[in-house]
């Protein structure tokens, strides 16, 4: 049995006196679909910036295929093969939407810091780019710049530079906030399509979306996990009900 | 207006005919072969060589600010570095220490610039922004302040020359007349610009402008923003060596003068002048810049303050510079609109043009009638003569200033219909 996509190991961080994450045990494996949820202020955006190496780790662990990664930094683990997006649209906005994609491929097709090659003559690169745009339907604004694209459009764009480089594992945060439903619909179809065979990692707000997409729920309150477990599980424990579930399910009806 | 030459946006054109992408380097040679046969003096000539100097530097600068997004104080060091070291060269030629035909020089100013980049932007570009800027700030004022205290590299005040004349032959060519020289300097001006487009073109390239935009977002792609930034300083910095050793064949000395940060801000000045954003945006800059300085020079000693209004009005008004003034007209060219801006255009051409003549008047009259010397109190301008001392002048070029400003505000609104009428799109979708 291989070693688990991502294992965090008693990981702890804190800004000053704040404790945010208060010693998290998580082990995702290979080709899961993880939610994690979880009230405001949680801790769920550190969490995945303390996976993604934005943020240091104050205490413990994270491996990523068996090795610890918690001093990395992100392009070094980005090569190792985690791919994020942001919860707040982060694209290239001055640059074409093709070119944005195509910068997502750039490391991983090998051209790295090259200067001898020209990237509009590597037509294994148009290709391949082009086949992302066409996978998340934006072929059509191939030409436009990023900056100008519509909100449902952007997020799009966010999750096609996200899994250009054929990440392994991939971390989407709030992939659809702020969305219609049927613009949610449209990018929970996306994210199935771009995320098959591959671990998927995502925060998220909507539990229509969690309970659609999650072979398993980590529900995080507090800076600590107090549950992790199938979608039924969750839905069913009652720690989860009292703490975050109960609210929000009723909220939702 | 998303194409064109707007460098952030162009997009891949799959691997297709090259014929396309070479007209209008080809269109550039010739224009560069043919210059010379127009503008025959000397001081032409001299004007040119100094443009073409100019323009790779200008255009190394950008690599920086445009292409990389970082803002630099000291650019002027890499060329001033690479000018010296070329001095030092042409010097060792001369008494025979050294082999080294006079056309080959520049890229041994190159690689000395390119040596003092790796070292300093080994740390300068550790972050972007302010702290960039004012490392750059620092090293650009340590240098220049080394050059008066290192004799024996900078020659103290007087600078270090030499002479391009006394060493081996090149084809036959031993370089002391004017025109082989602006030959030569142009000829690496054609290389230096188109490999610096080229690089624009490169994995490293597209990257640096990714790094530009979103930093973050570069490194969440397998990028270290550090490593981008720092591969385009080296590059800047070459290209930076290479216009200093033209300058060192040019003037034959290079001084203080030639790293300080009067130089570096002149640089900038230009690049945002013409438009950082694209990549001939340097090159009008670098143009425009010159002749004004050589050019306005002759004619007035305030030429720098006209620069300065003009650089100021530039960076208020259309931050996209000079060059991205005429961008805008692409696209009402395209959708056939631009017969909407003719009217307007040119109901404004005679009051825009009485606005600038009488506002320089003014100027011209106020700063004759407190600078020169005495009994000196007449003076000509725009072919009339007449004495500064006296109020009338002045009244009429107020006169005429005020007339002016009052139309060109009267019919401003029109124009700016006539922009929305122009600019207006059909929704595509």
């Given at each position: 049995m291989s070693a688990p996509a991502i294992e965090l190991e008693g990981l702890k961080k804190s800004f000053g006196l704040a404790e945010i994450i208060r010693g998290i045990d998580l082990s995702i494996d290979k080709g899961e679909r993880h939610a994690i949820i979880g009230p405001n202020g949680a801790g769920k955006s550190t969490l995945f910036n303390l996976i993604t190496g934005k943020y240091q780790a104050t205490e413990g662990a994270v491996k990523l295929h068996g090795d610890r990664v918690e001093t990395l930094k992100p392009f070094q683990i980005n090569r190792r093969g985690l791919s994020r997006s942001f919860q707040i649209t982060n694209i290239f906005p001055r640059m074409s939407v093709f070119e944005n994609i195509r910068c997502g491929l750039l490391w991983t097709t090998g051209y790295k810091y090259s200067f001898w090659h020209l990237v509009d003559r590597q037509p294994e690169l148009t290709e391949k780019a082009d086949e992302i745009l066409d996978q998340i339907n934006l072929l059509g604004r191939r030409n436009d710049l990023a900056g100008v694209l519509t909100y449902a459009e952007q997020r799009a764009l966010e999750i096609g530079i996200t899994i250009a480089g054929g990440a392994d594992i991939v971390m989407l945060d709030?992939?659809?906030?702020?969305?219609?439903h049927s613009e949610t619909d449209y990018i929970v179809r996306l994210i199935r399509q771009v995320t098959e065979n591959k671990t998927l990692v995502v925060v998220e707000h909507d539990m229509g979306v969690v309970f659609d997409l999650a072979d398993r729920i980590s529900v995080l309150v507090y800076g600590e996990i107090i549950a992790s477990d199938t979608p039924e599980n969750v839905r069913a424990n009652e720690k989860v009900q009292e703490a975050y579930l109960g609210s929000v399910l009723e909220e939702a009806h | 207006m998303s194409t064109m030459e707007q460098t952030s946006t162009r997009s891949g054109a799959t691997a297709g005919s090259v014929l396309p992408a070479l007209v209008p380097w080809a269109a550039a040679a010739l224009l560069l072969i043919a210059l010379p046969f127009v503008f025959q003096t000397g001081s032409s000539l001299t004007i040119m060589n100094q443009m073409a100097i100019t323009i790779i530097f200008a255009l190394s600068y950008n690599m920086l600010l445009g292409q990389g997004g970082m803002l630099s104080f000291g650019h002027a060091v890499y060329m001033g570095l690479g000018g010296f070291f070329c001095v030092h060269i042409m010097n060792w030629v001369e008494y025979d220490e050294l082999y080294l035909p006079l056309p080959l020089l520049p890229l041994f100013g190159g690689l000395f610039g390119l040596f003092f980049a790796v070292l300093i932007g080994s740390f300068s570009t550790r972050r972007a922004g302010t702290v960039f800027a004012m490392i750059s700030l620092g090293v650009g004022e340590l240098i220049a302040a080394c050059s008066i205290i290192i004799v024996a590299f900078f020659g103290g005040e007087e600078g270090v020359s030499g002479d391009r004349t006394m060493g081996p032959e090149f084809a036959g060519l031993d370089f002391a007349s004017q025109q082989e020289v602006y030959y030569l300097t142009a000829a690496w001006l054609l290389l230096s610009a188109a490999a610096m487009y080229l690089f624009s073109r490169t994995p490293i390239g597209r990257i640096a402008n990714a790094v530009r935009d979103n930093e973050e977002r570069a490194e969440f792609l397998g990028y270290s923003q550090r490593h981008v930034r720092f591969i385009s300083f080296c590059a800047s910095g070459f290209f930076a060596g290479i216009a200093g050793g033209l300058f060192a064949i040019n003037y034959e000395i290079l001084t203080e003068e030639n790293l300080n940060l009067v130089t570096s801000g002149g640089i900038l000045l230009m690049a945002f002048l013409g438009g950082v954003g694209f990549f001939i945006g340097p090159i009008i800059g670098a143009i425009v810049f010159t002749l004004l300085q050589t050019v306005l020079g002759l004619y007035t000693e305030i030429w720098a303050l006209y620069v300065g209004v003009l650089f100021v009005l530039t960076v208020m008004f259309f931050p996209a510079g000079l060059t991205g003034l005429l961008a805008i007209h692409i696209q009402p060219i395209r959708t056939g609109k631009i017969g909407y801006l003719y009217a307007p255009y040119a109901k404004m051409f005679l009051p825009v043009i009485a606005f600038i003549l009488s506002a320089a008047a003014v100027l011209e009259i106020l700063f004759h009638a407190r600078h020169a010397g005495v009994g000196e109190e007449e003076m000509t301008l725009f072919w009339f003569t007449f004495n500064s001392q006296s109020a009338m002048p002045l009244i009429v070029a107020l006169a005429i200033l005020a007339g002016s400003f009052y139309l060109l505000r009267r019919f401003a609104p029109e124009l700016r219909e006539a922009w929305d009428e122009a600019s207006h799109v059909e929704s595509r979708r």
């Open positions: 709030e992939p659809t906030a702020g969305m219609s | -």
